[in-house]
């Protein structure tokens, strides 16, 4: 059986807060990630996404359960280094992420931090830099770019450090359509190259190639299959709050003409050609 | 209230080797009542253009005019007249409940008691939030994308004249998203709001705006009737920008089919389009 990088085993968690507003943020999830996987991790807001993958680098550690990070269990103090290097995350707001006066420096942080020698910081930093878009920014003040260039900075960032398995928390939500567009395509290389990615959005679209969709509901795993299957229930897609995507909404409309597509095509070029075909 | 921008030039860290040109000449008229979307690649000005009409950013150039009044040097911020909502509004939470957050400026505007209550409790289900069982929590207690919502509800509460809005859908789930579009519909519709959106998301903007502006580089590269610029995909692409769904798939089946669609913006017309295609074509 293939390895499992990342293993959770009857995994819940509550933030501590001030009496009465006790909230189980995770309630006993147990779930295998295999290397290599495309994993995309949706949900309403509140349904514990963040909390999820907080969980997959030691920021959180269950309070009951058990959470291993390629063998590693989390609740040790002892792997914190090496889970974090094994696996990195993009934060929801890159403001929360930026630590640096400088682009260069904030891409450099990382770097430094794992001990590189200085020519291969310096490699690293020019080619996340190009890959990003942000080559043009590097002795610009964080501060003063745009929410997307900040987006950008702190993808190229972790990119950089080359981790196993890549965490992305909505890394998209800032970026116009054409970095959107650019940034999936260097997610797909990364995958394709034998990254795990887990994919938090709330868009369909971007998920139409990820081999596996994860559903959260009230801190439970409500769907684990492929994408094509999440759209098979409505009651399913209302709880999670879930829009299908234009290609499966219209091939919806037209079963309802009684006019039904087979297979649902999930991507619009998928629909032209089953229309044109 | 009308907003006019007359001539405005702005950098960042002027007269040091990092500045930044973040509006160049830029003019501009809002008129009451409007909904005004502005897209545009990253960096190129939409958020620094908020600022601006708002009046917390000062430019180096050029005059802000608020309903024919130009902006002093200190504009006073009145809640009632222009609401902001910051790209990152969860940073400016800052009260012990969610209640007393959103009550904020409407306490400011000298509501209280029931009158208060009421507004709060609008506020929170205009952000589709549970009212009841939300107001009390701590907003830090909240994820991110319920503490935007808490932020949004805040700035909604005011009821003022003018919403500026710096992607305001962004890490909200779809349904909370459309939900969210139609509120802000009907209060324009209801109320007369004038609202300017910023956005990145075309299929949203396909359903919200009349008006599109586009940035670029600091300066509006182009300026008109939101359904004609939407289905012009050449031009959306030009900027960094996607065209909507619908638009896009026009152009594919024109690609496919042989002959020229023209695009569309409704979905029920692409799925007309769909149909007749079906029909039409071969083993239809």
Not at chain 1, 208 to 215: C, G, N, Q, S
Not at chain 2, 67 to 93: F, H, M, T, V
Not at chain 2, 210 to 229: Q, S
Request: with cysteine; charged share 25%; proline share 5%.
């Amino acid at each position: 059986m293939e390895q499992s990088i990342i293993s959770l085993k009857n995994v819940s968690y509550a933030y501590p807060h001030a009496a009465g507003d006790q909230r189980v943020a995770l309630s006993d999830i147990t779930l295998d990630i295999r290397e290599g996987e495309f994993i995309g991790l949706v949900g309403a807001n509140g349904s514990g996404k963040s909390t999820l993958v907080r969980m997959l680098n030691a920021l959180l550690v269950p309070v009951s359960g058990e959470v291993r990070v390629d063998g590693l269990l989390t609740s040790d103090r002892a792997n914190h280094n090496r889970i974090r290097e094994t696996a990195g995350m993009v934060f929801q707001n890159p403001d929360s992420q930026i630590v640096a006066t400088s682009v260069e420096d904030d891409i450099a942080f990382g770097l430094e931090n794992l001990g590189l020698p200085v020519e291969e910081i310096e490699r690293r930093i020019t080619t996340a830099a190009r890959r990003f878009g942000v080559a043009g920014l590097l002795e610009r003040e964080p501060h003063w770019l745009s929410g997307g260039q900040k987006q950008r900075v702190v993808l190229a960032g972790v990119v950089a450090l080359e981790p196993r398995v890549l965490i992305l928390d909505e890394p998209t939500s800032m970026l116009d359509p054409c970095s959107r567009r650019r940034f999936h395509s260097l997610v797909e290389d990364l995958w394709r190259g034998g990254a795990t990615i887990i994919y938090i959005t709330q868009l369909m679209d971007e998920l139409a190639f990820a081999d596996r969709i994860l559903a959260l509901d009230a801190g439970r795993v409500v769907f684990d299959g492929r994408p094509r299957d999440i759209f098979s229930s409505d009651e399913l897609l209302e709880r999670i709050s879930l829009e299908p995507p234009l290609a499966v909404r219209l091939a919806r409309t037209l079963a309802r003409r009684g006019c039904e597509l087979s297979p649902v095509p999930l991507t619009l070029s998928q629909l032209a050609e089953e229309i044109c075909g | 209230m009308r907003i006019e921008l007359d001539d405005i030039s702005l950098s960042f860290q002027p007269g040091t080797p990092f500045a930044v040109k973040a509006l160049d000449r830029v003019s501009l008229m809002v008129r009451p009542g409007e909904r005004l979307a502005i897209a545009g690649s990253t960096g190129s000005g939409k958020s620094t253009l908020l600022g601006v009409m708002a009046g917390i950013l000062r430019p180096a150039a050029g005059r802000v005019l608020h309903d024919g009044q130009a902006l002093s040097r200190k504009p006073r911020l009145q809640p009632g007249r222009i609401g902001l909502g910051l790209q990152s509004p969860e940073n400016c939470l800052f009260e012990k409940t969610v209640f007393d957050d959103v009550a904020f400026a409407p306490r400011r505007m000298g509501l209280d008691g029931e009158r208060l209550g009421q507004r709060v409790m609008w506020a929170l289900e205009c952000v589709g939030l549970d009212a009841a069982a939300s107001a009390t929590r701590e907003p830090f207690s909240l994820s991110v994308g319920e503490q935007r919502r808490v932020a949004l509800a805040g700035v909604i509460a005011a009821e003022p004249a003018v919403l500026l809005l710096d992607e305001p859908t962004a890490y909200l789930d779809p349904a909370t998203r459309r939900d969210l579009l139609e509120r802000l519909l009907a209060m324009n519709d209801e109320r007369g709001t004038t609202m300017v959106v910023v956005g990145h998301d075309m299929d949203e903007l396909a359903v919200f705006a009349e008006r599109l502006v586009i940035m670029d580089d600091g300066r509006v590269a182009a300026d008109g009737p939101a359904d004609k610029l939407l289905k012009d995909e050449a031009l959306l692409e030009r900027y960094g920008l996607e065209a909507p769904g619908t638009v896009r798939l026009c152009r594919l089946l024109s690609g496919c089919a042989g002959r020229e669609f023209a695009a569309v913006l409704d979905e029920e017309q692409a799925a007309n389009l769909l149909q007749e295609i079906m029909g039409w074509g071969p083993g239809g």
